[in-house]
């Protein structure tokens, strides 16, 4: 006890001493090649005079280096000189304990941590590490990846691109012990995020499988690293990349990261990776088979993204928050067609800027482009927690928030009209509107040649050709230098907005057949045409028959690309029925029903969920919330639909069933119920019995499922035989 308060007083002491002024303390100098001005050659210099800390760092920052550094020196320097396997420990405590203490360091730890990082690759240190890391003893190992992982940097993870990716991988290949385990899937992690290049050699070479492999494991540390590992790889790593994840099932693999009862973070990066693999049309439709995407906005709608925030402070790896290239990655996120990218990306968005504003640091949510579209979320989402995220990012961001826009465009009066000017920041043109008396029929309608002369928008750079090529990501025409000011003319601004506009609106009073939905799966910059479209009497079921000149002509569709892709794929969907509105059909029965414990059971009955989808059964698990007094009725409708019903015995599965002579408990309930009980799994860690006695229809149950066992048993004995 007394030893525990004396380390954690001297913790104390150095985290204040690195973070407080020191009267004393003189400016750091670096030696040069002379080796004059300290015991030993580090930070490898053309010139001879001493370097000065970098003049854009904060006071405080260069406070914190100019009294860390001299002590990672001399821990470098007893580190290069260790020869047994103690002092190797000793010194790489030492450093770890440095580099740690930095990145703790309230608002300035990223500069603080940088800064050693830094130091330690120009002093050698990280070749050092890459070479312990191939060390015959196990320990010295598990301590240098415990170290890489704490300062790969841009800078550091570069130079491990470049010399040390061999090093990584035959490390990765050592699947246990878990403690070596838990490093290694973080520098993973961290190497996914270098570059599209090192992504995909690391996919190729057998990174990717060692991350899906530690899926299954229960050790949670190690389940956020292979989470967020993940997610990098889908963030970073191209569409190739997430191409061979969707091949090695790695959507189906989050699903149990994504399910965990005991890790908020865990489940939170596992959304994160699934969602990304979800904004990748060629993959998108494996990714929703796996199942794992349906977990994504319940879970959202449940956290609280302030607590979320705390706890990623209080977390060493993830304290000072991600880095703005990391931030730029989630942009897209909120620009996506698809709801579960959406809701995730506003949900890390707001959690951010939570951490940014105690900063001081939210001016990169401008240089990233990320207000705007927190801003279209509010202004167009349909969904509340989407939107109610991107709310709350804005206020702590110290922006304003716009107000909603009703979706139900066509159906607008002149006073909506109105609003909408206002909240673009057209308000100039609101009298011209009025007196055109413009509605949401007339503003779908709007030419060019009309917001010239009856609008008064006389630039003339409002041409056709001009027009937004995507809503969603927009990307200006390519333009002469002296063409670039129409980039910020009313006109050119105004058709953006307008672009935007029918991009989200809901035609679901004009549009019958659902045309909006349909172009928007093919991209979603195709619902910006359905309004035209619709007004001259089509639908999907006519669609094949117009010709490419009259979709220009009478419908307004400008560009020739966009044309051809709906008119093909119009004339595709003669040999394919419409989606039926109806039931399903019984062939979507699945193949297996799950049930479980929630509170014990969850993990056992996701991974076999996974299991049994890799050899291509079809499973469903009951994730989805159900309403009131709808639980039971449900849940049996979708056990007898199943062709066969598993039913996961985890330790206490069966407490409740004590003494439930009225048949109230739904695990009783479908153990007894059902009449035809298929299988029943145990987990042999488990103490399955409980102390007092089973109703016997349980009973029936139980002993049941031991006879299939040993008959399935004997069956396997007498075919090997």
């Known amino acids: 006890m007394v030893l525990t308060l ?110 050693l990082c830094d130091a330690i690759r120009l002093d050698g240190g990280l070749d050092l590490l890459l070479r312990l890391l191939q060390a015959p003893e196990l320990e010295t190992r598990v301590q240098a990846a415990r170290l890489l992982e704490q300062i790969l940097v841009a800078e550091n993870r570069d130079r491990v691109a470049r010399i040390g990716l061999g090093v990584i991988l035959n490390l990765a290949k050592e699947r246990e012990p878990v403690e070596l385990a838990r490093s290694v899937a973080g520098i993973l992690e961290h190497m996914f995020k270098h570059s599209e290049e090192t992504c995909q050699k690391l996919v190729t070479a057998g990174g990717l499988d060692a991350v899906l492999y530690w899926c299954r494991r229960t050790d949670q540390a190690l389940l956020r690293h292979c989470a967020l590992a993940l997610a990098n790889c889908a963030l970073h790593g191209g569409q190739a990349a997430q191409r061979r994840m969707v091949e090695k099932r790695a959507a189906e693999w989050l699903f149990p990261l994504a399910f965990s009862k005991e890790d908020e973070l865990l489940r939170l990066h ?14 998108e439709r494996e990714v929703e088979r796996s199942g794992t995407l349906d977990l994504v906005e319940p879970l959202v709608a449940s956290l609280d993204p302030g607590r979320f925030a705390r706890c990623m402070v209080d977390a060493s790896d993830t304290s000072q928050g991600r880095a703005p290239d990391d931030l730029q990655r989630l942009v897209p996120l909120l620009d996506s067609s698809r709801l579960e990218a959406q809701c995730i990306g506003a949900f890390y968005l707001c959690a951010e800027a939570a951490i940014k504003s105690l900063q001081g640091k939210t001016k990169v949510f401008s240089d990233i482009g990320a207000i705007q579209s927190l801003k279209r979320l509010v202004s167009y989402s349909t969904n509340g927690t989407t939107s109610a995220l991107a709310k709350r990012a804005l206020r702590l961001l110290g922006e304003e928030v716009p107000r909603r826009i009703l979706p139900s465009v066509p159906s607008w009066k002149e006073a909506e009209v109105q609003t909408w000017l206002q909240q673009i920041g057209f308000s100039q ?43 969603l990501v927009f990307t200006p025409p390519s333009l002469p230098s002296q063409d670039l000011s129409i980039l910020s003319s009313p006109g050119f601004r105004f058709l953006r907005e307008l672009t935007e506009l029918k991009t989200f609106a809901n035609y679901a009073t004009c549009d019958r057949s659902n045309l909006a939905d349909w172009l928007g799966s093919l991209d979603p910059r195709f619902r910006q045409y359905t309004y035209g479209l619709v007004s001259c009497g089509l639908d999907r079921s006519l669609l094949h028959r117009v010709s490419e000149q009259q979709l220009l002509e009478d419908c307004g569709i400008c560009l020739g690309v966009h044309r051809a892709r709906i008119l093909t794929a119009a004339r595709e969907m003669l040999h394919s029925p419409l989606p039926c509105t109806g039931g399903k059909p019984s062939g979507d029965a699945p193949d297996v029903f799950i049930s479980y414990r929630r509170n014990t059971g969850s993990q056992l009955a996701s991974l076999l969920k996974v299991h049994l989808q890799l050899h291509g059964f079809s499973v469903f698990i009951d994730v989805e919330k159900l309403e009131a007094g ?29 003494q439930d002579h009225d048949c109230k408990d739904w695990v009783h309930k479908v153990s007894a119920g059902l009449g035809d009980p298929r299988t029943g799994l145990g987990d042999p860690r488990a103490g399955l019995w409980p102390r007092a006695p089973l109703p016997l229809s349980v009973f029936q149950f139980v002993l049941y499922f031991i006879f299939m066992c040993f008959c399935y048993l004997w069956c396997f004995f007498l075919i090997g035989g």
Request: charged share 25%; net charge neutral; with cysteine.
């Open 6 to 115: 004396l380390l954690s007083a001297y913790k104390l002491c150095r985290f204040f001493a690195m973070s407080g002024p020191r009267p004393d303390a003189e400016r750091l100098a670096v030696p040069g090649p002379d080796g004059g001005g300290g015991a030993s050659q580090w930070w490898v210099a053309g010139s001879r005079r001493p370097r000065e800390l970098s003049p854009g760092a904060s006071t405080e920052v260069q406070g914190a280096l100019e009294r860390a550094l001299p002590e990672l020196q001399q821990a470098l320097s007893a580190l290069k000189q260790a020869v047994s396997v103690r002092a190797l420990g000793a010194g790489l405590t030492e450093v770890f304990q440095l580099v740690e203490e930095a990145w703790l360091l309230p608002a300035m730890g990223r500069e603080v941590a940088q800064g």
């Open 270 to 283: 596992a959304c994160l990776a699934v969602a990304v693999l979800a904004t990748n049309k060629e993959v």
């Open 429 to 471: 043109y609101c009298e011209n509107f009025r007196e055109q008396q413009v509605d949401g029929d007339l503003l779908l309608r709007l030419t060019d040649e009309e917001l010239q002369t009856d609008l008064g928008m006389k630039s003339g750079i409002i041409r056709k050709r001009y027009r937004a090529p995507s809503p």
């Open 630 to 658: 709808k639980f039971e009725d449900k849940l049996i409708q979708s056990i007898m639909s199943a062709r066969n019903f598993v039913l996961v015995l985890s330790a206490g599965a069966l407490d409740k069933c004590m």
